[in-house]
């Protein structure tokens, strides 16, 4: 069984573009969360789709954004980089239901020069 | 809102030996989750146990063992027979039971980094 994929792995964007990461999760799984980890801030949350719709919300501006597809699979939007936006995004999938454990992807490693 | 600290920012430990590594949370629910990730130098966050708090005994998986103190809120991770292969990060983490809408959220501590000595 295929684990959860995030693409691209690593990424150098400049101040004021934006980027889109993708997540492909476990085959099955319905709810896909995006966390942003930094050394500073540590892991925080940032959103969170179930069956195409936006469950649950963290504590990001509106540049932050996301999708989810009917298969699953969710994208992360972020527009007007910032250097501070520099971070490992890790997306993690799970059936859906409160009793199932996280599975997590490698991360997608954003630089923002 | 919930809240999980990790005071340890490192911690060392020799070869075949035991170590304990201390979380304690913040939280006004009587049911929930604690879970205890590692994250290797590669990145990928791999669960290594999981406690839920309406469950007494401690959860345990080979040489990972919690001891929970719910009344405490204090959930530590002891690993025994340290391997060179346990050198990671590693982070508590909090996740509510609340309904079907409450969602996947977790919580994470602000992790330890763990070094296995030869």
């Known amino acids: 069984k295929a684990g959860v994929t995030q693409t691209p792995r690593y990424l150098i964007k400049t101040r004021g573009q934006q980027v889109t990461l993708s997540c492909s999760p476990i085959s099955g799984h319905r709810s896909v969360s995006w966390y942003q980890q930094t050394p500073g801030q540590g892991l925080q949350f940032l959103f969170e789709y179930f069956s195409e719709t936006q469950r649950n919300k963290g504590n990001f501006p509106g540049r932050f954004s996301g999708r989810q597809f009917s298969n699953s699979r969710s994208e992360m939007n972020v527009s007007t980089l910032e250097l501070g936006d520099s971070a490992l995004y890790l997306c993690?999938?799970?059936?859906?239901?409160?009793?199932?454990?996280?599975?997590f992807g490698e991360g997608s490693r954003l630089t923002v020069l | 809102a919930q809240t999980v600290t990790q005071s340890q920012p490192e911690m060392s430990v020799q070869e075949a030996e035991t170590v304990t590594l201390s979380c304690t949370y913040d939280?006004?629910?009587?049911?929930?989750?604690l879970f205890w990730y590692k994250q290797p130098p590669s990145r990928q966050m791999i669960l290594v146990i999981r406690q839920e708090a309406y469950k007494q005994q401690n959860a345990t998986e080979n040489r990972f063992s919690v001891n929970f103190q719910k009344a405490a809120k204090s959930f530590s991770l002891k690993i025994s027979d340290s391997q060179l292969g346990d050198a990671a990060m590693y982070f508590c983490a909090y996740r509510t039971t609340l309904g079907e809408t409450s969602g996947s959220r977790l919580t994470f501590g602000e992790g330890t980094q763990l070094t296995v000595n030869p």
């Open positions: 939280t006004s629910e009587s049911d929930y989750y």
């Open positions: 993690a999938s799970t059936t859906g239901q409160n009793t199932g454990e996280l599975f």
